[in-house]
């Protein structure tokens, strides 16, 4: 099964509000990292925080971890209709293993 | 720098054909990812490896092998494929995890088995 799952499924907003997207996960990680994927398009990595970190920022984008509940959060702010996109969350599970693991991801929808 | 490029682009297989997809990448990563996507379903690893010579299993395995005889590729194979084996299948790859840095992907294989 998968290892994390974003929430909600899909999120539809206006242009210049902020969108936020959840992610929770299972096992211990190392790290928990966010993608963006356009349609019909690969994966491009956005950000990263590792475990022992609560909050990172990049640009518009700002990312939580919560360890102690096993989620994180990720914020856009003052979306633009280029944000839209499906949005993956992806962990790094400390098994001893080095495998990514992705949920099945939020789709942002913003209208301009 | 192309990053990570996935031949071919699309491909049509009739039931029980055998195909290899390639996947090439230049910025020297230790480690390789082959995933599929389905509608719904998120990103599903199928094999991966960390290292020239090496490959492991990842989470949907069967009906797949995989290669990685030079550290630049990593090819994947069907030796027989079935209906259930279409899907989008991307490669990926990364540093070392310890390097905190995420994975590259690749634009995708549109798969079809009919």
């Known amino acids: 099964s998968q290892q994390g799952e974003e929430d909600p499924q899909a999120l539809s907003i206006q242009e210049g509000e902020n969108a936020t997207m959840n992610c929770s996960y299972k096992?211990?990680?190392?790290?928990l990292q966010w993608y963006r994927q356009n349609s019909g398009r690969g994966l491009v990595h956005l950000i990263l925080i590792r475990s022992n970190e609560r909050e990172k920022h990049s640009g518009r984008l700002r990312v939580t971890l919560d360890t102690s509940k096993k989620s994180s959060s990720l914020l856009i702010t003052a979306s633009r209709a280029a944000d839209t996109a499906s949005y993956f969350c992806?962990?790094?599970?400390?098994?001893?293993?080095?495998?990514?693991?992705f949920g099945a991801g939020t789709r942002l929808f913003v209208k301009a | 720098n192309a990053g990570v490029t996935q031949t071919p682009k699309f491909r049509v297989l009739k039931t029980g054909q055998s195909m290899t997809l390639l996947c090439a990448q230049d910025?020297?990563?230790?480690?390789m990812y082959w995933y599929r996507q389905d509608p719904g379903m998120g990103l599903r690893l199928i094999h991966y490896s960390v290292g020239e010579g090496t490959t492991a299993k990842g989470e949907v395995p069967d009906g797949y092998n995989v290669s990685r005889l030079k550290k630049q590729n990593f090819l994947l194979g069907l030796e027989s494929a079935a209906p259930s084996q279409t899907s989008v299948y991307f490669c990926?790859?990364?540093?070392?995890?310890?390097?905190?840095?995420?994975?590259?992907f690749g634009q995708g294989t549109r798969l079809t088995v009919v």
């Open positions: 910025m020297n990563h230790e480690y």
């Open positions: 992806a962990t790094d599970p400390n098994t001893g293993g080095f495998k990514t693991i």
């Open positions: 990926a790859s990364s540093y070392r995890a310890d390097r905190g840095e995420g994975a590259f």
């Open positions: 096992t211990s990680i190392n790290n």
